[in-house]
Nanobody
Framework: QVQLVESGGGLVQPGGSLRLSCAAS????????IGWFRQAPGLGREGVAC???????YYADSVKGRFTISRDNAKKTVYLQMNSMKPEDAAVYLC??????????????????WGQGTQVTVSS
């Protein structure tokens, strides 16, 4: 059974940092693009970052230079390091996986598996 479990969300002040983790089980991470979406209240799911099976990385323009995604296939875990955080980064962050996915297919309708989400709040 495919399962994605996020951790690391919480409250951070503007300018601060958080690190999210997503532990995968039930499938071979090597075959998937895996990464993060976020959803703020009243808005749709926005692709934040992903890393494909060949290591290609995508970042949304809004997070480039501030967020870093990485994966550890041996631990079946993907990480999102978020620095210089802004109030507009506040959202529920969801881990997602796309079988055979590329950076061009990092949209919600391509996602095969979702995590349950972790809340990130950016406030002073």
């Amino acid at each position: 059974q495919v399962q994605l479990v996020e951790s690391g969300g919480g409250l951070v002040q503007p300018g601060g940092s958080l690190r999210l983790s997503c532990a995968a089980s039930g499938f071979t991470l090597d075959d998937y693009a895996i990464g993060w979406f976020r959803q703020a209240p009243g808005l749709g799911r926005e692709g934040v970052a992903c890393i494909t099976s060949d290591g290609t990385i995508y970042y949304a323009d809004s997070v480039k230079g501030r967020f870093t995604i990485s994966r550890d296939n041996a631990k079946k875990t993907v990480y999102l390091q978020m620095n210089s955080m802004k109030p507009e980064d506040a959202a529920v962050y969801l881990c997602a996986a796309v079988n055979g996915g590329t950076t061009s297919t990092w949209y919600p309708w391509y996602v095969d598996s979702w995590g349950q989400g972790t809340q990130v709040t950016v406030s002073s």
